[in-house]
């Protein structure tokens, strides 16, 4: 039973901060890369970064290169997504998922996801 269970989100200012955590359970997470998506009202989820099993390597989409930082504690079982300069097209659900690929998407490891709010 994978369960994931997303936290942090809230109202952000643009050009502020926030700090996305997911805290992991049910698998073996050290095992598995990790991923952030989110979903904007009207759009399709997508996926914004993802980060392989020894954070050895990250990639991230366009909209958020520079800006936002994924990171894990395998200690922990957690993920985090900082997330400096928001802006307010940042605003939706942010989901964390167990892998980055199609599979992944398709399976919907997905938790309860935490808004993210940006606006003046």
């Known amino acids: 039973q994978v369960q994931l269970v997303e936290s942090g989100g809230g109202l952000g200012q643009p050009g502020g901060s926030l700090r996305l955590s997911c805290a992991a359970s049910?698998?073996?997470?050290?095992?598995?890369?990790m991923s952030w998506y989110r979903q904007a009202p009207g759009k399709e989820r997508e996926l914004v970064s993802a980060i392989t099993q020894l954070a050895l390597r990250t990639n991230y989409a366009d909209s958020v290169k520079d800006r936002f930082t994924i990171s894990r504690d395998n200690a922990r079982n957690t993920v985090y997504l900082q997330m400096n300069s928001l802006k307010p097209e940042d605003t939706a659900v942010y989901y964390c998922?167990?892998?980055?690929?199609?599979?992944?998407?398709?399976?919907?490891?997905w938790g309860q996801g935490t808004q993210v709010t940006v606006s003046s």
């Open positions: 049910g698998f073996t997470f050290r095992s598995y890369a």
């Open positions: 998922n167990v892998g980055y690929d199609e599979l992944a998407f398709k399976r919907g490891y």
